[in-house]
């Protein structure tokens, strides 16, 4: 099987600081890859590396290749935005707009304005339902996102990520704000993913690896220790 995502002898320095010591992973699509490791070791690092979310930090120099279905994401003709909605990102605060629940999942469609009213809305139903918030808000659509529950809202996130069709989901921690039932739903939620898109999830939760992920890789000051078949992590000899 060929990599969707192939990250290459990858080494971040912030200013004279290397928070990335020459990492190497590739993804298949269809899998559930999560990062683990003590807090401090990079894997937020290494992830906003992903989508190029830490292009804006100041004094940051990141070398090494990532390769994209055959693009190479630090590209000077990457599109940041277009590589943003194949790459998507979940926080560990969900953060939706101030906005309607339909504003939110509708929000990366609006320049899309081929789409008529009733496939926008069919749209919202299937990213709802996938990221199965749908019957909790199915009557509420038009209430602001911020008012639903911390779980709620983060179901409300990941289906306005879906809404644009991404490749890949980047999750940073996303259960850690959390209470256990809406993080046992959001673990549900990314078992039911699977089988659409490849997911990068970071955690610092071992058993959350276990319960979800297919492989599991650890981080311990910059570099990559270790990566295994989770299955094969939780058994004993
Ligand atoms: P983790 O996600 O594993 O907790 P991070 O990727 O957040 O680790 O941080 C890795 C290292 O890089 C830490 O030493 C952290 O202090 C440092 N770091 C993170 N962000 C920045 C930044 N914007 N500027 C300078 N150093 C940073
Ligand atoms: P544009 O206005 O050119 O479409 P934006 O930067 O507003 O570009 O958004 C690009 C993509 O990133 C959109 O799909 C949007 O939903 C997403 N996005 C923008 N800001 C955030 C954010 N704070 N959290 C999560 N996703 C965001």
């Excluded at 120099?61 to 194949?86: C, H, K, M, W």
């Excluded at 939110?104 to 990213?127: C, F, H, I």
């Excluded at 199965?132 to 529950?149: G, R, T």
Aim: aromatic share 8%.
């Amino acid at each position: 099987m060929t990599a969707i995502l192939t990250t290459n002898n990858v080494h971040l320095y912030y200013g004279e600081k290397e928070a990335l010591k020459g990492v190497s992973l590739a993804y298949d699509d269809n899998s559930i890859t999560a990062l683990i490791g003590p807090s401090g070791c990079g894997k937020s690092t290494y992830l906003r590396c992903l989508n190029r979310m830490n292009d804006l930090i100041p004094n940051i120099r990141i070398t090494g290749s990532f390769n994209f279905q055959g693009t190479e994401i630090y590209a000077p003709d990457t599109n940041l935005v277009t590589l943003r909605r194949q790459i998507g990102m979940v926080f560990q605060q969900p953060n939706p707009f101030p906005f309607s629940v339909y504003e939110n999942v509708t929000y990366g469609l609006r320049l899309n304005t081929s789409l008529k009213k009733a496939e926008l809305d069919e749209r919202v139903e299937q990213a709802l339902r996938q990221a199965a918030i749908w019957d909790e808000v199915k009557d509420d659509l038009h209430k602001n996102a911020m008012s639903f529950s911390g779980g709620q809202q983060q179901r409300i996130c990941i289906a306005r990520l879906l809404a644009v069709q991404p490749d890949i989901i980047l999750l940073d921690e996303p259960t850690s704000a959390l209470d256990p039932i809406s993080s046992v739903q959001i673990e549900e939620t990314l078992l039911a993913l699977k089988s659409d898109y490849t997911i990068i999830i970071v955690t610092h939760n071992l058993q959350q690896a276990s319960r979800i992920a297919d492989r599991t890789a650890f981080m311990l000051d910059g570099h990559l220790i270790e990566v295994d078949l989770t299955s094969q992590l939780f058994t004993q000899p």
